[in-house]
């Protein structure tokens, strides 16, 4: 089950599709490393803490530091909206909340197993620049 939810955990800022070119690029205000900390809150089968790694790019997500079998569905939207879906053969869970420009935070649930909340934070990058 912790492998479940350590996908759960970096899926997290995920959120409804963007259907329109103009909503893609509001969502691009995301781009980028982002490093997602999941606390479990109730639940015996679940790990206490989880870090990870998601990469944002026009509003889709990918897992930059996962293994396994599970899949992702969803996407940030344009306002950081977050909504989620994640299975792993017949375990689903959800992922909510809202990201903003430099950090974020919801809840996430795996069916009646485990729940808590996220915490995500944008990894900044730093160019040096000539004189």
Do not use: I
């Not at 306002?79 to 992922?95: F, P």
């Amino acid at each position: 089950m912790s492998k479940f939810v350590v996908v759960l955990a970096l899926g997290a800022g995920l959120s409804s599709p963007v259907t329109n070119p103009a909503a893609a690029r509001d969502a691009g205000n995301f781009n980028g490393s982002w490093s997602v900390d999941l606390v479990t809150e109730s639940g015996m089968v679940c790990d206490s803490r989880y870090t990870y790694a998601v990469s944002v790019q026009e509003g889709l997500v990918r897992l930059a530091s996962a293994s396994g079998s599970a899949t992702v569905s969803g996407r940030v939207g344009p306002d950081g909206t977050v909504g989620l879906n994640v299975s792993n053969g017949t375990t689903s869970g959800a992922v909510s909340g809202r990201l903003q420009a430099q950090g974020g935070g919801g809840t996430w649930k795996v069916s009646s197993l485990c729940s808590g909340r996220w915490t995500a934070r944008r990894h900044t990058t730093r160019t040096a620049q000539a004189e």
